[in-house]
T-cell receptor, first 116, second 116 residues
Framework: DAGVTQSPTHLIKTRGQQVTLRCSPKSGHDTVSWYQQALGQGPQFIFQYYEEEERQRGNFPDRFSGHQFPNYSSELNVNALLLGDSALYLC???????????????FGPGTRLTVL | AQTVTQSQPEMSVQEAETVTLSCTYDTSESDYYLFWYKQPPSRQMILVIRQEAYKQQNATENRFSVNFQKAAKSFSLKISDSQLGDAAMYFCAYRSARGSNYKLTFGKGTLLTVNP
């Protein structure tokens, strides 16, 4: 089992550019969450995707958008990059997608985004 | 909104000794989950231990145990017989048990150093 994988590992962009980060969930998982972890901080929830729909969103501007594909993989898109978007972006997957019961979120290694 | 506070930015412990990491949280909900995650340097975040708020018994996983004080909204992690591999950033996290709220809310983390 490959676990949660993310690509690319590192990325350098300039202000104003757009970026796409990718995540493949752990086998059997159908739900993907994205988090932003700034240097020296805890992860902050961006949004969660289930059944190809965004079902919960954190306090992030519309510049942050996402997508989930039929195979449950997901993309995070950030438009009009700002210096403050520099961070480690973590993807986490879980199963199943419904209900209030606890379902452990398994994290990927992250994508380190640097905005110059 | 829920908040999680970790008041110890850094802690150190001698190998084979015991260390306790502190966490407090604020919520108006009665049913929720609490977690401790470990993030080793440049490695994936992994779940160390979890606690369901409705359970009075403190969770234990091998050398890791928690002291859950619901009334005080306190959730500390005790690591016994510390090992060099325990060195990492530790995050306390909260998740509502409400069906429509899936996000994890993290504290800022505690960097644990284990001295040989």
């Amino acid at each position: 089992d490959a676990g949660v994988t993310q690509s690319p590992t590192h990325l350098i962009k300039t202000r104003g550019q757009q970026v796409t980060l990718r995540c493949s969930p752990k086998s059997g998982h159908d739900t993907v969450s994205w988090y932003q972890q700034a240097l020296g901080q805890g992860p902050q929830f961006i949004f969660q995707y289930y059944e190809e729909e965004e079902r919960q969103r954190g306090n992030f501007p519309d510049r942050f958008s996402g997508h989930q594909f039929p195979n449950y993989s997901s993309e995070l898109n950030v438009n009009a990059l700002l210096l403050g978007d520099s961070a480690l972006y973590l993807c986490a997957s879980s199963f199943p997608g419904q209900g209030a019961s606890y379902n452990e979120q398994f994290f990927g290694p992250g994508t380190r985004l640097t905005v110059l | 909104a829920q908040t999680v506070t970790q008041s110890q930015p850094e802690m150190s412990v001698q190998e084979a000794e015991t260390v306790t990491l502190s966490c407090t949280y604020d919520t108006s909900e009665s049913d929720y989950y609490l977690f401790w995650y470990k993030q080793p340097p440049s490695r994936q975040m992994i779940l160390v231990i979890r606690q369901e708020a409705y359970k009075q018994q403190n969770a234990t996983e091998n050398r890791f145990s928690v002291n859950f004080q619901k009334a005080a909204k306190s959730f500390s992690l005790k690591i016994s017989d510390s090992q060099l591999g325990d060195a990492a950033m530790y995050f306390c996290a909260y998740r509502s048990a409400r069906g429509s709220n899936y996000k994890l809310t993290f504290g800022k983390g505690t960097l644990l150093t284990v001295n040989p």
